[in-house]
């Protein structure tokens, strides 16, 4: 029913760069909040950050002032800028998108296939 598609993904050095893109397609009109979720090995999935079709964004107390999350409304695009990349990014990053209410997720929850980030140190 949604299709996510990421991209942008690949190997920086620590104090660099990297903007990751989310693509979304299908029936994705009752589609509210999208975002980004990482996980490295031997972790948990965690979430990084969310936006709302009204431009609302939450992030990780870890990626504050780092990470930038945004959206482009024309594409059905959902990007997250990282700067200042850190050992710790380290991560497969996850595309998903989802209707809420709220915390409540009150529709179905999609995910991209993943795109993975290495930051050297």
């Known amino acids: 029913q949604v299709q996510l598609v990421e991209s942008g993904g690949g190997l920086v050095q620590a104090g660099g760069s990297l903007r990751l893109s989310c693509a979304a397609s299908?029936?994705?009109?009752?589609?509210?909040?999208m975002g980004w979720y990482r996980q490295a090995p031997g972790k948990q999935r965690e979430l990084v950050a969310t936006?709302?079709?009204?431009?609302?964004?939450n992030y990780a107390d870890s990626v504050k002032g780092r990470f930038t999350i945004s959206r482009d409304n024309a594409k059905n695009t959902v990007y997250l800028q990282m700067n200042s990349l850190k050992p710790e990014d380290t991560a497969v990053y996850y595309c998903?998108?989802?209707?809420?209410?709220?915390?409540?997720?009150?529709?179905?929850?999609?995910w991209g296939q993943g795109t993975q980030v290495t930051v050297s140190s």
């Open positions: 998903n998108a989802k209707h809420t209410i709220g915390p409540i997720v009150v529709g179905p929850s999609y």
């Open positions: 299908g029936s994705i009109f009752r589609i509210n909040v």
């Open positions: 936006i709302t079709n009204g431009g609302s964004t």
